[in-house]
T-cell receptor, first 115, second 109 residues
Framework: ETGVTQTPRHLVMGMTNKKSLKCEQH?????MYWYKQSAKKPLELMFV???????ENNSVPSRFSPECPNSSHLFLHLHTLQPEDSALYLC??????????????FGNGTRLTVT | TQLLEQSPQFLSIQEGENLTVYCNSS?????LQWYRQEPGEGPVLLVT?????EVKKLKRLTFQFGDARKDSSLHITAAQPGDTGLYLC?????????FGQGTELSVKP
């Protein structure tokens, strides 16, 4: 039980599809994050939400669209993706923003394959 | 430019051996965290070090934060197959958490 639940665990989609990744945290945290994890590369921060307000968008292409309807839920909407977008997408939450040395609690990720 | 360099990137050892993983940077961090990620799962926090020179122990794992808060090491004594996984260091700087590329550890029985 990680406290952070991601669905689906695996997703295969074509380049013209539209899909959404879902993340839910049961820890009462105030900050939520989307990370992209590719082989042999550091975790890439994509989006940060604090108290449901987006506080960071690290030059992510517009084909990725986040949504945070409340402090417990986070979505990543996907459309017209490219094969190089294939990766493990991790959701995380923390009590406060990470600049305060607040540890991250990660979900188990969605393994995305774009064909 | 890689802000946090981890070495080695891959390590395959036999059960019972000792090992050390390094996390180096030219930047100063306010704190540094170590995570372990097992296959099919997300990273899980092992420890946070905050003070320069700090040493923390977690059973067979010993974590050290450099005096200048620019580097850190993780030493595992008598490694077990259950230690297998991806070890990630992450430094807190300027309100952000910056990750290294990870060290893939395989401990064979």
């Amino acid at each position: 039980e990680t406290g952070v639940t991601q669905t689906p665990r695996h997703l295969v989609m074509g380049m013209t599809n539209k899909k959404s990744l879902k993340c839910e945290q049961h820890l009462g945290h105030n900050a939520m994050y989307w990370y992209k994890q590719s082989a042999k590369k550091p975790l890439e921060l994509m989006f940060v939400y604090s108290l449901e307000e987006r506080v960071e968008n690290n030059s992510v292409p517009s084909r990725f669209s986040p949504e945070c309807p409340n402090s417990s839920h986070l979505f990543l909407h996907l459309h017209t993706l490219q094969p190089e977008d294939s990766a493990l997408y991790l959701c995380a939450s923390s009590h406060r923003l990470t600049g305060m040395a607040s540890p991250l609690h990660f979900g188990n990720g969605t393994r995305l394959t774009v064909t | 430019t890689q802000l946090l360099e981890q070495s080695p990137q891959f390590l395959s050892i036999q059960e019972g051996e000792n090992l050390t993983v390094y996390c180096n940077s030219s930047s100063v961090f306010s704190s540094l965290q170590w995570y372990r990620q097992e296959p099919g799962e997300g990273p899980v926090l092992l420890v946070t070090v905050v003070t320069g020179g700090e040493v923390k122990k977690l059973k067979r794992l010993t974590f050290q934060f450099g005096d200048a808060r620019k580097d850190s090491s993780l030493h595992i004594t008598a490694a077990q197959p259950g230690d297998t996984g991806l070890y990630l260091c992450a430094g807190a700087k300027g309100g952000k958490l910056i990750f290294g590329q990870g060290t893939e550890l395989s401990v064979k029985p």
